[in-house]
């Protein structure tokens, strides 16, 4: 089992600081992948990124929800989308995405899919190296 970054994400880094095993990346470039993503084959699954992550978009993989309720407010980062963020992480250093979108209030949204591209960005996208 592993854990997963979902569309939460607007890329703080915090939970890199934390993992023991330096598992969590920032997906790159950007345009194309704009969450971090966590290397399911060096995940321990010791949960230290959970609560490190100020946007609550960590899950272990088997817990993502398929029906997410808003509270109203938080951003949902995915390619695709068009409005704007700018933002500061973790270190202070700025954050600007270009691919989020303001949930309402109790608005549903399945937060599954993050659980494939997690994979496929490990698989064969960016995160993929001949040496692993």
Known sequence: MTHVITSLCLRDSGCVEVCPV?????????????????DPDTCIDCGAC????????????DEVPSAYTA???????QVGLSG???GKNHHGQPVVLNSVRALEAGEVVDLTPAIAQN??????????SAND
Do not use: D, T
């Open 84 to 86: 704007h963020y700018e």
């Open 119 to 128: 994979a496929e960005y490990f698989k064969s996208g960016p995160g993929y």
């Open 22 to 38: 330096e598992c969590i990346v920032p997906g790159k470039p950007v345009e194309q992948w704009p969450l971090y993503y966590i």
């Open 50 to 61: 959970v609560p490190e992550c100020p946007f609550s978009a960590i899950f272990p993989e």
């Open 71 to 77: 509270r109203g407010g938080e951003l949902i980062n």
